[in-house]
Every structure is written in C-alpha cells, then in structure tokens.
C-alpha cells in the first residue's frame, strides 16, 4: 500500500521528493533575499565564518573547474574587477574549508586585483586528507591561473591555508628529484612527478603554525584511556578545580608554571602515543600490500592478505579542547576574550567532551594533518624555505591564535621582503572583538584598505 502523493498550493499533484525539499524549502516573503532588486548590493543573511557578507553586483564572478596536478576535479569562484583584466590574481584556499566567498575577494577584486577562492580535494571532510596531496591541489590551481594569463600570483594564506601554502612553497622550490615521495604514513605522493609552479607572494592572515601544532596545544593530556572518552587523571587535568579552573561563566582560571611544564610534556607524550598507534597501522597494510605481491600465495591464503592489504584503519581521538590559554588570560596576553572559536561561545570544557575537532581520522590523514609530531605542514619547519615576499598579518582579539605565534611565523621567513602587521579589535574571523572592534572600522575592511592592498600595491600595481 502506498500514501497518498502530497498536492501542491493549487491542486497539482507534486512528485515526493519534490514535496519534500521544492517549494517547503523556499523562502518566506519576508526572507532577505527576496528583497534584492536588479543592480542592488548582493547580502547573505548572516555573517559567516569566511564568507563575504556583501559585493558590488558590479564585480564579475566565475564559477570556474579546474582540476589538481593529478586530475582530481576542483572548482571555485573567480573574482574580476568591474572593467579591467588585472595581471595580478590572489588565490585562497584551505585544507577542508570553501574559501569560494572569501570575505576579501570583494575588497581585493575592487581594488583592482583578481581573487580566486576554491576548493580542494578535502572539502568539509578532512578525516582522510594528506596534506602532501593538497599540494597537487595547489600546484593545479596555480598552474590554471597561470593558464587564464595572470602574470602574478600571491597566496592568501588565512587560518589553515597558512602552513598549506607555506608547505608548498617549500616543496615548489625543490628540484623534482628532492621533492618528498611519501607522506609520513609511507603513502607515496607523486610531487616529483608533477609541475609545482612557484607563486609570487604570500600573506599569512590569522595563520596557526599548523594543524598539526595546534592540535599538539589542545590535546588533553589527562586521557588515561583512547577508548575512554571520560577517564581523567586529575593530575594533569586542566578542568579540575584543583589545578586552577574556574567555570568560564564564573571567571578566569588561573594555572600555574609547574602545571603546565608538566602539562605541555604530557601532551607531547599523548600524541607520541597516538602516533605509534598511527603508524604501526600503517605499517601493518603496507607489510600485507607487500605480501600480496609476493609469487607463492596460495589461493586459501589470498583473501587473508588481501583484505589487511586493504584495511584502513581510523582513529576516533577524544578530548581535543584543552590549551589552558583559552580560560587563563595571563598566559600569552592578547586582546582575546575566554573560550575558543571551537566552542561556539561556550566554555571550552564543552567542545572538549562534545564535538571538538580532529575526532576521526584514518591513520594516515591523523600522521599528515593533525599530528604536531609528524605533520609537514608547519610553519616553523617550512617558512626557513620560502623567499618571495612575505606578509604576517595577527588578529590580536583571537581566541586561538597569539600573537606570539605570529611573531614566530615572522621570524621564521627567510624572505628579506618581509612584513608584520598586527590587526586590532579582530577575532580569528576577523570580527570586531573587544573595545578596540567596537571603536574601530569592521576588521575585514580595514584589514584589506589598511594592510593587504597598500602592501600589493607596493609590489603588484594594477
């Protein structure tokens, strides 16, 4: 027996699915978007973590597809200015975010500058990602720029697209031969294989040192048991009130020097262990791969082998909310407010049992991205390697990102060219933030009028 198919406003019979996601799903009349008229100011709702919230209807956008060194398809938004064809392009990308609406692209494109935003092979699933394959992403988009007859490119390296960029400027500039063949899990990755054009510049705009280094400070190294997502060991937790927490609501948290030497080790202590883990994995297929290839398997012995020759195996990683910097303001002080962009607003103590981040990853995507022991993509480790000029531009309201690792971004650029730059009363979204956001002009245009555009212009005119 079947139900009745759903009927429309008016009497016609709409087919289920149709009924279920069509005309339900429109706007209301009184919704925003519904009041945009011909030549007027394109908005979005809401503002959004990277997303512009307005662009003149006179800036022209591309949906363009183009596809990574190795062929996996990509795809993006191409900003032009309203009437010239600039010889300069700026392209932003992330290892899992949609910089396609990029906050910046309305700025720069009327500036004069053209501003690719676009995808990668990872898009909003980074569970699998190796980084020394995003670089095939990077190398195809460029080598599209390239191709559209943009004599210069510079590489807006916002948040995680920081250390990617930075990554690939340093393999970019390795004869092929040098270039690395493995990631660390032993996966191979083809970028001696492939063209890795150079780019022109690089900015760093609210860049953490890594991914990998991040996690390595927000790891809570009070888990006693990877499968147990609630066993403490008081000693080294930071959410118990004997070491110096405060509920957020009620405070600040005040920790002390001996708990966090003892703290930060115990941290690099649980990643070592998750590495191990990781790699023994690993290990463990690529030894079965091999003896799949070897003459001599029997036919019993084949599916035996063949399927831990396929295996890849996941970790589900607990507790990944926990830098006592985000409840004890005292330790690298900033502008910032108490919590973490990962928290929402909440007490950290929240996405660190909840959601957090970095929870599942197969064990090679765990080695390559978020492992501060292993990952390539760090910026200390890769900026001595990059030379084109170099712009380090620090939120000083963010919440997860100091100053202090800006200022270490900074100094390890080798580029002579090179510039920092510190943006106040902004958070890690470049939101107002604190007295000086609530005195000044928004951050996402004073970052583009103030910073970025006069240091392009100094070496890119249009």
Known sequence: MHDALPVRPGGRVAPPLLARFSWRSLPSASDPWHRLRRGSMPTTPARLPFHWSTIDPAIRREIVHHHAADGVPLSGVLYLP?????????????????????YLAPALAAAGYAFLGTTTRYLNNDADALHE???????????????????????????GGGSLFAFYLEEAAKPPAERLARAPSGDRVPLGEVEMPVADGLVLLAAHLGEGRYLLDHLDPSVVDEDDPTAVNPRLDMYDP?????????????????FLAE????????????????????????????????PGLTPAERPFVARRALQRRYLLVYRT????????????????????????????????????????????????????????????????????????ICATADTDIHPSEC????????????????????????????????????????????????????????
């Open 407 to 462: 200022r270490r971004a900074f100094e390890a650029v080798a580029a002579r060219d090179k510039r920092y730059d510190e943006l106040r009363g902004a958070d890690h979204y470049l939101n107002p933030a604190g007295p000086a956001g609530a005195r000044l002009a928004d951050p996402r245009q004073r970052v583009a009028d103030e910073l970025i555009v006069p240091w392009l212009r100094e070496r890119w005119r249009t």
């Open 321 to 392: 909310l926990a830098d006592p910097r985000h409840l004890d303001l005292s330790l690298d002080p900033s502008e910032r407010r108490p919590g973490s962009i990962f928290s929402f607003g909440r007490d950290p103590i929240a996405g660190n049992y909840g959601e957090g981040l970095a929870r599942v990853m197969s064990a090679r995507g765990w080695l390559s991205t978020w492992s501060g022991l292993r990952s390539n993509a760090d910026l200390e480790r890769t900026l001595p390697a990059v030379t084109v000029p170099t712009q380090v």
């Open 242 to 258: 004997a070491n110096g927490y405060r509920p957020m609501e009620e405070g600040a948290s005040r920790y002390s020097a001996d």
């Open 133 to 159: 394959r995003l670089l095939l992403d990077v190398a195809g988009t460029i080598a599209f720029l390239r191709a559209r007859g943009f004599a210069t490119v510079v590489l807006l390296g916002n948040s």
């Open 263 to 294: 703290y930060r080790a115990a941290q690099r202590a649980r990643c070592e262990r998750i590495d191990r883990r990781a790699l023994a994995w690993c290990e463990e297929a690529a030894w079965f791969r091999a003896r799949l290839r070897e």
């Open 82 to 102: 309203p009437r010239t064809d600039p010889a300069a392009a700026v392209l932003a990308m992330h290892p899992r975010g949609d910089f396609s609406r990029h």
